[in-house]
Every structure is written in structure tokens, then in C-alpha cells.
């Protein structure tokens, strides 16, 4: 079983930056991936970044050039840094991992960007 913690959201202005991690810990050899995931108010989940066991890594076209997913293995750590953050990318953000089973879930960090 995988345990996911996240922390690093909060409020910024437009414009501003954070950086979001997601510590991970439990049965990690059985991870095959691992993203960052959104969900705003009355929206569906949508995949903002994933990273594979294979080094590959995808983005949201909204997020491009702005967002950068990292992968520390040694902290068994997930960041996402964000930066040029608009009010638009305003809601609760999740990390996730991808598992033979299926999808493991953290319990979600606010992200509030004001215009």
C-alpha cells in the first residue's frame, strides 16, 4: 500500500510561484508512475504533469513552459514547481501514483491564485 502526503499550496498573486511536494512512502516498488493532478471547483480531475519509471513526462498544455514536474528518488519525494501562476490554475492539487492496481491518491492541496 502507498501512502501519499502533499504540501506547498497556499495563496499567491498572479504571476507568483510555488512549489508543491508530494512525499511518498509504503510499497513503492510497485509504482510505474507518478503525476500531479487538478481539480477546481465543479471540475473534473485533469492531469496537469506524469512522469513514468522511464523518464518520461507529459504536461497539460495550459501548464507548459510554466510548470516542472521532479522526481527525487533519494527523498522518495514528487515536486511540482509552478511558476507565471494564473487564477485559472486555482484549485485543489493531487498526487498520484500509478500502480498495477490501479491509481493511489493523496488527500489534495489548495492552490488559490488571485487576479
Known amino acids: 500500500q502507498v501512502h501519499l502526503v502533499e504540501s506547498g499550496g497556499g495563496l499567491v498573486q498572479t504571476g507568483g510561484s510555488l512549489r508543491l511536494s508530494c512525499l511518498v512512502s509504503?510499497?513503492?516498488?510497485?509504482?510505474?508512475?507518478m503525476g500531479w493532478f487538478r481539480q477546481g471547483l465543479g471540475d473534473q480531475r485533469e492531469l496537469v504533469a506524469l512522469?513514468?519509471?522511464?523518464?518520461?513526462?507529459t504536461y497539460a498544455e495550459s501548464v507548459k513552459g510554466r510548470f516542472t514536474i521532479l522526481r527525487d528518488n533519494a527523498k522518495s519525494t514528487l515536486y511540482l514547481q509552478m511558476r507565471s501562476l494564473k487564477p485559472e490554475d486555482t484549485g485543489v492539487y493531487y498526487c498520484?501514483?500509478?500502480?498495477?492496481?490501479?491509481?493511489?491518491w493523496g488527500q489534495g492541496t489548495q492552490v488559490t491564485v488571485s487576479s
Open positions: 498520484g501514483v500509478q500502480q498495477a492496481s490501479g491509481w493511489a
Open positions: 509504503g510499497t513503492i516498488f510497485s509504482i510505474t508512475g
Open positions: 512522469t513514468s519509471n522511464r523518464g518520461a513526462i
